[in-house]
């Protein structure tokens, strides 16, 4: 296991349970986060757009070409932003930071 820590749009910490198999969208989403995630994880809302702490952004496996082309999209787009329905949690995430980007 191990945690991350989520930013709320109040700039509220929150400490979250990290668990395998589930994606960093869906620990936000169950923990009760205003993160709508409208598309379910599947790459075509953007409405789970997160920045990442820069000094965790750099460690994470890439941006896919649809990820990419939404977070250009929303309007809030940060060098450190991502979607987080794309990003899978695993050990490697443990202590993650992580900020909800403005709703879309
Ligand atoms: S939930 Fe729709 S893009 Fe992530």
Redesign the pocket.
């Known amino acids: 296991m191990g945690k991350i820590i989520a930013i709320d749009r109040d700039g509220i910490a929150h400490e979250l349970q990290g668990q395998h198999g589930l994606n960093l ?1 869906e620990i936000l989403r169950d923990a009760g986060l205003a ?15 997160v920045y990442i702490d820069p000094e965790w952004a750099d460690g994470l496996p890439p941006r896919g070409d649809a ?1 990419q082309v ?1 977070v250009e999209d929303s309007g809030h787009y940060q060098a450190n932003s991502r ?4 990003l899978e949690y695993n050990d490697e995430m443990d202590g993650l930071r992580l900020v909800l980007a403005p709703e879309y």
């Open positions: 969208m993160v709508e995630a409208i598309c379910g994880g599947q790459c075509i809302c953007s409405t789970c757009h990820e939404l979607l987080s329905c794309q």
